[in-house]
C-alpha cells in the first residue's frame, strides 16, 4: 500500500504569483475583483488555501499552471564560490548540485566558510530569507584564535560598533574549556558578518561553520546536498512571511 500524501495547503494568492502571470499584490486584487475561482467556485476570500497539487485554480477562466519550484540544501564544503559561476573558474555551488534547472543561492557564505546554503529559483522564497527585516536566524560555529573573554562575550550580546552600525550576536555560547570554540546565533546577513563581530573586538576566526539557516540544519555531509521537504517550505513561510 502506498503511504497517504500530506497535504500541504499555500494561500491562493501565492499560487497565482506563483504562476508567473502577475504580482503576489496584483493576486489579491485579482480575488477580491471575483476573478479567481478553485473548483470552478469563485473565491474572494484571501486567506483562501489551496493544495497545489489537486486543485483546479482559474483566473478569468483560463486554467493556470504555477511554475515548479526547487528547493535545495547544500552543505557546503570549503573552496567553494558561493555564486553561479565566477570569473576565475573556480567551482561554484551551483557546480554541486544536478538539476537541468536554474537556481541561485540564497544570500552567501565565504569561500572558506562551511555549512548550510539554501538555493532555489524561487524568487520570492530567495526574498524572504534575505529581506534584513525578517530577521533570519543563522547558527555558526567559530573556531578563534585566543579564548573568549567573558566581558568580550558579554559585548558580543549587548553590541558593537561595526561599519558604524550597533551590531549583536542574539547568542553566544562557549563549547569547551579553551573557549576558542564558540556557538553563536544572528539574524544579520552582512558580509563576512561573524569574522567582522570577533574582528571588532581583537579576535581571529579561524573556522567557520554555519549549522542552521532559518531552522534548517546541516544533516547530511560536507559537499552533499537534498531537496527541501514540501514541510519545510512550508514551514519556513509560516514562521518568516509577514
Known amino acids: 500500500m502506498k503511504p497517504e500524501r500530506m497535504t500541504?495547503?499555500?494561500?491562493?494568492?501565492?499560487?497565482?504569483?506563483?504562476?508567473?502571470?502577475?504580482?503576489?499584490?496584483?493576486?489579491?486584487?485579482?480575488?477580491?475583483?471575483?476573478?479567481?475561482?478553485?473548483?470552478?467556485?469563485?473565491?474572494?476570500?484571501?486567506?483562501?488555501?489551496?493544495?497545489?497539487?489537486?486543485?483546479r485554480v482559474m483566473v478569468d477562466e483560463e486554467k493556470i499552471h504555477p511554475k515548479k519550484h526547487l528547493y535545495f540544501l547544500l552543505n557546503k564544503p570549503k573552496g567553494v564560490v558561493t555564486t553561479t559561476d565566477d570569473e576565475k573558474?573556480?567551482?561554484t555551488v551551483v557546480d554541486l548540485i544536478k538539476?537541468?534547472?536554474?537556481?541561485y543561492p540564497v544570500g552567501r557564505l565565504d569561500y572558506n566558510t562551511t555549512g548550510v546554503l539554501l538555493l532555489t529559483n524561487d524568487g520570492e522564497f530567495s526574498n524572504l530569507l534575505t529581506h534584513p527585516g525578517n530577521k533570519i536566524p543563522r547558527e555558526y560555529e567559530v573556531k578563534i584564535d585566543n579564548p573568549l573573554a567573558e566581558e568580550d562575550r558579554i559585548k558580543l550580546l549587548k553590541g558593537v560598533s561595526l561599519d558604524g552600525r550597533n551590531a549583536v550576536f542574539?547568542?553566544?555560547?562557549?563549547?569547551?574549556?579553551?573557549?576558542?570554540?564558540?556557538?553563536?546565533v544572528a539574524v544579520e546577513g552582512r558580509n563576512h558578518f561573524v569574522k567582522k563581530m570577533f574582528g571588532a573586538l581583537g579576535y581571529t576566526v579561524l573556522k567557520l561553520n554555519r549549522k542552521k539557516f532559518a531552522g534548517v540544519k546541516a544533516d547530511i555531509p560536507l559537499g552533499a546536498y537534498r531537496k527541501l521537504t514540501r514541510i519545510e517550505v512550508e514551514g519556513i513561510y509560516k514562521q518568516y512571511a509577514k
Open 89 to 91: 573558474q573556480r567551482k
Open 8 to 55: 500541504m495547503l499555500i494561500r491562493l494568492n501565492r499560487y497565482i504569483a506563483n504562476s508567473g502571470i502577475t504580482s503576489r499584490r496584483k493576486s489579491e486584487e485579482f480575488i477580491l475583483q471575483g476573478r479567481v475561482s478553485v473548483n470552478n467556485k469563485v473565491v474572494t476570500d484571501l486567506a483562501y488555501k489551496v493544495d497545489d497539487e489537486k486543485d
Open 99 to 103: 538539476t537541468k534547472e536554474r537556481i
Open 170 to 184: 542574539i547568542k553566544v555560547f562557549i563549547n569547551d574549556s579553551s573557549r576558542k570554540n564558540v556557538k553563536v
